[in-house]
């Protein structure tokens, strides 16, 4: 026979069991949402677009779905989250993501020094 103590230990282990159980789903259905972006593709819908009207270097990329021929993000334009479907940043610039909480937006820079970075990034 169990004491209440051993009876009261089983009933805690059975439930931290059960927590992280629940925290493993909710994980997995979380990690999902963000990888599941879907791309519906008809290009007949695709704006017909050449370099010159793009800014900047006037370089052209496929969407994130390599459905539709866009424009590369130029200098201080938004670029990046999730499956990069704000953009991308035409070469040399970089994206860099503003901290600590952004869903992955940035901002389309050169080579700066970090302190310029963090000054930019803080606006």
């Known amino acids: 026979m169990c004491s209440k103590t051993q009876f009261c230990f089983l ?6 069991i059960y927590l992280c159980c629940y925290l493993l789903i909710v994980v997995a259905a979380g990690s ?13 819908e695709c704006d017909v677009i050449r ?3 793009c800014p900047g270097k ?8 390599k459905c539709c021929r866009i424009c590369a993000k130029t200098l201080g334009e ?11 940043c035409e070469s040399p610039l970089q994206c860099v993501i ?3 909480i952004s869903n992955g937006l940035g ?17």
């Open 11 to 16: 009933n805690l282990r059975t439930y931290l």
């Open 78 to 88: 938004t670029c990046g989250g999730p499956g990069e479907f704000s953009g991308q």
């Open 32 to 44: 999902r949402t963000v990888n599941g972006l879907k791309c519906y593709c008809n290009p007949k």
């Open 107 to 123: 901002v389309c820079m050169g080579k700066l020094a970090p302190a310029e970075y963090e000054n930019i990034l803080k606006s």
């Open 51 to 53: 370099s010159l009207d």
């Open 98 to 100: 503003k901290l600590p």
């Open 58 to 65: 006037g370089m052209m990329l496929w969407d994130p779905c």
